[in-house]
């Protein structure tokens, strides 16, 4: 069977992103992650794709004023020969070209079980936490799911939960979710090259 490529769109630092190169290495996933692509030039996953030795681009408004970034993108990514993109807190909201180039191939993860009213538009990182929290909720967890036109509405790949603690705090919670969302990328990933 061929090894799956996979592209990663990220904002930030990827961790994601490293999660599943870590699982590549480790030879828990077949796969290959063999392009990079940020919205912001001071993203620290700049660093880790040069460290890993993976091709990585920088995209968005500022670098080519008028043109279309979602085609752009997209041709990045079939040009590698993607056969998944990965979404490692990538904060812009996916296009109508990159969503038909790759039906249920564009993988998410949300902090917090979906589909739930800690999803949708400003429902990331530590918002959710907060409101969880402010909620009294009993439990959370990770969602990974395809990515479709709506945010965080997308078909379900996989939900892993866990239990609150009677004093949970925003901090505590995030460090929980953020293990749980390594284990669940890696388990998600199985399951999808599987």
Known sequence: ?????????????GSGFET???????????????????NNTNAGVLEKAESYNIPYFIINDKRYPG???DDKITRLLLEFGCDYIFLSGYMKKIESKLLN?????????HP????????????YGRFVHEAVIKNGEKESGVTIHYVNEVYDEGEKILVKKISLDENE??????????????EAIVEAFKKLLA
């Open 169 to 182: 705090t925003v901090d505590s919670l995030e460090e929980k979710i953020k293990n749980l969302e390594k």
């Open 101 to 109: 180039a790759y039906p249920n191939k564009i993988i998410n993860t």
């Open 20 to 38: 599943i190169q870590k699982a590549i290495e480790n030879k828990i996933l077949d796969a290959k992650v063999v392009v990079v692509i940020t």
């Open 1 to 13: 069977m061929m090894t799956k490529k996979i592209g990663i769109l990220a904002s930030y630092n």
């Open 67 to 69: 043109q279309d970034i």
């Open 112 to 123: 917090a079980i979906l589909p739930s009213i800690y999803g949708g538009v400003g429902m």
